[in-house]
C-alpha cells in the first residue's frame, strides 16, 4: 500500500503560520543575540508559541493540549530549521512531554503537560554522561532509594536549556540491567527532578552550536518517588522511544535549513562571478549544488515516511532510525558542499552560512549521533 507523503490542509495552513511568524520574528541578526545571551532563547516568543497552541499541539485535549497528531507537528519543526530558532521546544514538548504521556501517571500528565502547553514550565532531559554515548548502558548517575523519596547523584552532560528549566527528566541508575530475562528491566529509571533543589548545579558549555547547554551535576538531591516517571528499573525504553520520535522532528529541522542554506548557495553560484563568467556555469560547482538538494529531498522523504507511520500508529523503529542517520550525515555533508561553494567568504563569521553549519554540528550529535542509529538498524539485522 502507498503512502501519501504530502500534508493535509490543516498541516499545510500550520506550515504557512509558521513560515511567517518565524520569518518575521527571528532575522539572522536576533539569532545572534540569542546566542550570545545567557537563556539562549526568546521567552516572549515562547509564549506566543503557546498562544498559538504549538506547545501542546499533540497532546490530548484533556491534558490541555490540542489533540493534534504526530505530523502536525514536523512542518512547525521545518520552518524552526529554516529560520534556525533557538527553542527548548524539542527537548521539553517531544522528548520530556512525550515520554511522561507515554509512561507518566495520570497525575503527572494533569500537572505537567497542562504546564508545558501554556509555556509555563520547561523541562530538560538531563541524559548523557562522560561516556558519551547514547544508550542504557551508558547511565552512571545514580538515584536510591531512601525512604519515600530517590537521592540523585552525578553528573549530565550536554543538558539543554538548563539554566531555564523548571525541572529535569534525569535518568539515573536505580539497579542493574537485567536484559537477558525479557522482562524489559534495563536498571534505568526516570525522575523527574526540580531544577532549583538543594544540590543541584549548572555549569554552562560553550559549543560551536551556539546552543544553551550546560553541564549539570546532582549532589544527592532528594526527589520524592512520586516523580519516578514509568516504571522503576525500565525507564530507557520510553525515553529511547520519545527520543526516536524528537530525533525525527530534528531531521525535519535539518530539511528546513537545507531550504534555506540550498537558496543562498544556489543564489550565490549564480551572483559570483570567476574568469567572466557565474560558477554556477562550472560543472564541478554545480555537483556541489545538487548534492544540497538531494541531500535535503532525500532525508525529507525518508523523515515523512517515519512520521507518517508514527502517526498513524505503526511499526516506526526501522524508518525512524533510516531517516535519522541519513539525517545526521545529510547535514555534515551539505554544509560542506555549501562551504565549498561559498569558498573563503563563508568562513567570516558574519556569514548566514555559518550559523547553519555551526548549528549542524549540534544536530549531528544531539539525541546520538548517526552511528548510534546505524547500531539499532545492524542489531536489528541480526548482525
Not at 184 to 207: I, K, M, Q, T, W
Request: hydrophobic share 45%; proline share 4%.
Amino acid at each position: 500500500m502507498a503512502i501519501d507523503l504530502t500534508f493535509d490542509d490543516h498541516q499545510l495552513l500550520l506550515q504557512r503560520s509558521a513560515n511567517e511568524f518565524f520569518r518575521r520574528r527571528y532575522p539572522s541578526e536576533f539569532v545572534r543575540e540569542i546566542e550570545a545571551a545567557e537563556v539562549g532563547y526568546s521567552p516572549e516568543h515562547w509564549r506566543e508559541m503557546a498562544g498559538l497552541g504549538w506547545l501542546g499541539i499533540n497532546f490530548p485535549e484533556r491534558y490541555g493540549g490540542g489533540g493534534g497528531g504526530f505530523l502536525d507537528l514536523y512542518p512547525i519543526y521545518e520552518e524552526m530549521g529554516r529560520y534556525l530558532v533557538p527553542s527548548p521546544h524539542l527537548d521539553t514538548v517531544a522528548v520530556a512531554g512525550g515520554a511522561i504521556l507515554a509512561a507518566g501517571t495520570d497525575a503527572q500528565r494533569q500537572e505537567l503537560l497542562p504546564a508545558i502547553a501554556s509555556g509555563e514550565c520547561i523541562i530538560s532531559p538531563a541524559i548523557l554522561e562522560r561516556d558519551g554515548s547514547f544508550g542504557s548502558d551508558a547511565i552512571e548517575c545514580s538515584a536510591t532509594q531512601r525512604g519515600g523519596d530517590f537521592v540523585v547523584s552525578g553528573a549530565k552532560l550536554l543538558v539543554p536549556f538548563a539554566r531555564s528549566a523548571d525541572r529535569f527528566l534525569c535518568a539515573a541508575r536505580t539497579g542493574t540491567a537485567n536484559s537477558g530475562s525479557g522482562s524489559g528491566d534495563d536498571g534505568v529509571s526516570l525522575l523527574l527532578v526540580d531544577a532549583h533543589a538543594e544540590g543541584v548545579a549548572c555549569e554552562p558549555l560553550p559549543n560551536i552550536g551556539g546552543h544553551a547547554l550546560s553541564a549539570v551535576f546532582f549532589d544527592e538531591v532528594v526527589t520524592p518517588a512520586e516523580n519516578l516517571v514509568g516504571e522503576l528499573g525500565r525507564g530507557w525504553a520510553p525515553l529511547s522511544d520519545a527520543t526516536t520520535k524528537a530525533a525525527v522532528l530534528q531531521t525535519a529541522t535539518i530539511v528546513g535549513a537545507a531550504q534555506a542554506v540550498l537558496e543562498m548557495t544556489n543564489q550565490y553560484a549564480k551572483d559570483r562571478e570567476q574568469f567572466d563568467n557565474p560558477i554556477g556555469r562550472y560543472q564541478a560547482v554545480q555537483y556541489m549544488v545538487t548534492d544540497i538538494l538531494i541531500d535535503m529531498h532525500r532525508a525529507d522523504l525518508l523523515a515523512k515516511q517515519a512520521a507518517f507511520r508514527i502517526d498513524a500508529g505503526k511499526p516506526f523503529e526501522r524508518e525512524a532510525a533510516i531517516a535519522i542517520a541519513f539525517g545526521k550525515q545529510a547535514a555534515a555533508h551539505l554544509h560542506r558542499q555549501a562551504h565549498e561553494v561559498h569558498a573563503g567568504v563563508a568562513f567570516i563569521v558574519e556569514h548566514d552560512l555559518t550559523l547553519y553549519s555551526r548549528r549542524s554540528k549540534f544536530w549531528e550529535n544531539h539525541l546520538g549521533d548517526a552511528r548510534t542509529y546505524q547500531e539499532r538498524l545492524a542489531t536489528a539485522m541480526g548482525i
